[in-house]
């Protein structure tokens, strides 16, 4: 898929930067970023679900505890 991005700022140097740095494309530094964003949001979302779960188990004796 194509796609353009407006950068704000100063972020078209940053990545410039960055992806000289590490030797890699600007497109493979920003599809990494990317990736490394979705991973973690997806990672807090099952967290999230997890602990709803739990929490959710124990409701009753959590509030005969307060």
Do not use: H, P
């Amino acid at each position: 898929m194509a796609i353009n991005l407006r950068f704000t700022g100063d972020n078209e140097t940053r990545i410039a930067k960055q992806a000289e740095q590490e030797g890699l494309s600007i497109n493979s530094v920003i599809n990494k970023a990317i990736a490394e964003y979705i991973t973690k949001y997806q990672r807090k979302s099952e967290v999230d679900a997890i602990l709803d779960d739990e929490f959710g188990r124990w409701d009753e004796l959590l509030d005969r505890l307060k």
